[in-house]
């Protein structure tokens, strides 16, 4: 039946356009796109960020500062002041004491509607001040008499909202979805191995809270948590989908890797540890399969993941087959191909290297003809190797180091240059998991850990001072240098603007050269020209330089065994792990190492904990779990993005005690209800394919 005036269409439904819920036209639905919301059903995951609690008058007199309060009182006073801002002051009165409202914007008929003795209710931040409590800006309703003017009966859910989307649209909005859900079988089915309440209990009471206002701000409700039980339930879905999927198709079986690692051994400059030994051990029985391997190797700064990846893409080369290597950055890419020729030179392997700066016409020719070749090769570079452009001939092995920097689409192209043969995949990451949840947080992947590093390294002292004592850490850097030794200056983002950060730098650069005549001062930051980065790290490398100044571009993987010094420049607004990715630049050589995290005073506990936390201890796992527990606390509720992971409501780490039953859970359901999982993959995850840590 064709409803009024509008033309036939299909009954709405979860799936329909936004477009036809009543007060979402074209225009809104547009907007709404910006917040992911295309179909009706996206409605009732669009979560609130917080609630606001409007379900009682606060007495004026009880008033306290930075509290958000809603307030019912008479008009007793409203004039306009010119002296400063022009504002309209109007004073409440609710028996119990004063209220001011303050506003700065505002015309005739807004002043003029606060006639004394009219009722208001007003909504806002309190602030406490020598003239009593007053709210700036409230939000608020104007009557004459004081019944008309009542409190919510539930806590008003705030939203993430987008331009010309307000509050009451998308409340409004929500709630026709949330009338529309309860025809849905899936949201509305009980599943008691979650819990007993549907996803469409939850979400109700996530939406309409009605009481248990401590319990959902502090995150703990029950509804919430059925919630995030549910994601994490489909993320586990998802990955394990995708490794199944991917477990599914042939690799090239290398069926003598064991011996390459031998060989590889027997050239290396160093004997590998025993936490390397096992790694190795690990991958190699991998490649000998016939399915694609897919390992992640964690293992701290310095704790010589690179061997892994040497070791994987030999025994690919004596297969007769080829093997790539993909660094995320220039400088990453080009420090991998030395160590790897210097490694592999000597066996007589010359990797091929491919990035952006290798433009020659001839050059680029001559790698991307012995790719298409049939014949074993080794290639190391940046996601040029990527390009549509680059066809491998017999691609066997893929190796990615610092795979989270990557993003889903390279992942997917990468997995699929190998044709018809899937490329066994090894990814590396320097980003440590607390050690028990690495399997958890990546279900698609075999986990190797290097938990020990080379021996020889003399661990790090760290000291944190204020930037008022910036002078007195040049000279003792000056003195230290004339002692022989190299130092890293950081200049950390003051806004996430690679202009601003590099002008910081070549300030700091020019303040360093001036105060320390006598030291050569390197400088790299983001804007410069790959050749110019070079030309700058390779001094560095060979003492040419004493003092690199650099941005945070150095974070990810350089190695310059002899720098012993780091100073950090407003550590405070860096996090735990990147701070403890960049002290690892030093502490490499035998020599004694020194970090100086130089922080802008006063500090707030937050920073305090950061920065005693890389005082008091320098391992990765131990910062990364600190690291949690500082943020987990006061979190919001509803957020856009954990990680690389891509969450919205769950918290992988936080809330890791949740995730072994669900594991057995999601094994359950992919064989027994796999339509199931495919509507739980879909709600949540999208295209599983985003896992793929390539
Ligand atoms: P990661 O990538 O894990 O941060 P690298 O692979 O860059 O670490 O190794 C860091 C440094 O340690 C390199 O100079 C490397 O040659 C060296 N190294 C690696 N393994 C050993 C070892 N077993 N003994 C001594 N030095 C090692
Ligand atoms: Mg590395």
């Not at 506003?103 to 001040?129: L, M």
Request: with cysteine; glycine share 8%; proline share 6%.
């Amino acid at each position: 039946m064709a409803d009024s005036g509008k033309k036939a269409r299909a009954p709405l439904t979860l799936e329909s356009d936004v477009t036809y819920l009543k007060g979402a036209g074209p225009a809104i639905s547009t907007r709404l796109r910006a917040l992911n919301i295309y179909a009706v059903g996206d409605l009732l995951f669009h979560l609130p960020l917080r609630y606001e609690d409007r379900r009682q008058h606060q007495p004026c007199a009880r008033l306290r500062p930075d509290q958000e309060a809603l307030v019912r009182g008479r008009v007793v006073d409203v004039d306009v002041r010119m002296a400063g801002r022009r504002t309209l002051r109007v004073v409440i009165d609710d028996g119990t004491g004063a209220l001011t409202l303050r506003f700065f914007h505002f015309n005739n008929a807004q002043r003029d509607a606060f006639a004394a003795g009219r009722w208001v209710q007003a909504y806002g931040a309190v602030r406490v001040g020598l003239s009593g409590p007053d709210m700036v800006h409230p939000q608020y309703r104007i009557a004459d008499l004081p019944e008309t003017l009542q409190p919510d009966d539930t806590l008003a859910p705030i939203y993430p909202l987008t331009t010309g989307i307000t509050q009451p649209r998308l409340r409004a909005l929500i709630g026709q979805a949330l009338e529309l859900a309860q025809r849905d079988a899936t949201l509305t089915a009980h599943w008691p191995e979650l819990d007993g309440q549907s996803t469409l209990d939850a979400l109700r009471t996530i939406h309409h809270p009605k009481g248990e206002v401590e319990a959902l701000l502090a995150r703990t409700h029950p509804a919430q948590l059925r919630l995030v039980r549910e994601e994490l339930l489909a993320h586990q879905l998802g990955m394990r989908l995708l490794r199944q999927r991917l477990k599914a198709k042939p690799a090239i079986a290398i069926s003598n890797a064991q011996a390459a690692v031998a060989e590889l051994i027997q050239t290396l400059p160093f004997t590998p540890t025993g936490a390397q030994q096992r790694v190795l051990a690990e991958t190699a029985r991998d490649l000998t399969q016939t399915r694609p391997m897919l390992r992640l190797v964690q293992g701290d700064v310095g704790s010589g993941k690179t061997v892994i990846a040497a070791a994987a893409l030999l025994a690919a080369y004596r297969h007769g087959a080829q093997a790539v290597l993909v660094a995320p950055t220039e400088l990453l890419a080009e420090q991998h191909a030395r160590t790897l020729g210097a490694w592999l030179e000597p066996l007589g392997i010359t990797p091929l290297f491919l990035s952006q700066r290798v433009k020659k016409k001839a050059e680029r020719q001559a790698v991307l003809d012995a790719l298409a070749a049939d014949a074993p090769a080794i290639a190391v570079g940046t996601h040029a190797l990527l390009q549509d452009s680059v066809h491998y001939a017999r691609l066997a092995l893929t190796v990615v180091d610092e795979q989270h920097r990557f993003g889903v689409q390279q992942r997917v192209a990468l997995r699929e240059k190998g044709g018809a043969r899937a490329p066994h995949q090894l990814t590396m990451s320097a980003t440590p998991i607390p050690r028990t949840l690495a399997q958890t947080v990546y279900a698609d992947l075999d986990v190797s850990i290097i938990d020990e590093l080379p021996p020889g390294r003399t661990p790090v002292t760290t000291v944190a001072l204020p930037n008022t004592r910036r002078d007195e850490v040049i000279k003792r850097l000056g003195a230290a240098i004339g002692q022989g030794r190299q130092a890293y200056w950081v200049c950390t983002l003051i806004e996430e603007s690679e202009e601003l950060d590099a002008q910081a730098a070549e300030a700091a650069a020019a303040l360093l050269r001036e105060q320390l005549p006598q030291v050569q001062v390197g400088l790299v930051h983001g804007r410069m020209k790959a050749e110019q980065k070079d030309t700058q790290m390779r001094a560095f490398k060979d003492g040419i330089s004493q003092l690199l100044v650099a941005t945070t571009v150095i974070e990810v993987g350089v190695d310059v065994p002899n720098a012993s010094i780091m100073v950090i420049e407003n550590a405070e607004r860096l996090g735990l792990s990147q701070l403890h990715q960049l002290r690892g630049r030093v502490g490499r050589g035998a020599a004694v190492s020194q970090c100086v995290l130089m922080y802008q005073p006063p500090l707030g506990e937050m920073g305090q904990a950061r920065l005693h936390t890389l005082r008091d201890t320098t391992d990765g796992f131990a910062i990364a779990q600190r690291d949690l527990e500082l943020r987990g606390a006061g979190e919001l509720l509803g957020r856009k993005q954990t990680g690389d992971i891509g969450m919205r409501l769950a918290d992988p780490m936080r809330d890791a005690e949740l995730i072994p039953p669900l594991q057995q859970l999601a094994d359950h359901w992919l064989q027994h209800r796999p339509q199931l999982a495919q509507q739980l993959i879909k709600r949540w995850v999208g295209d599983p394919a985003q896992y793929a840590a390539v």
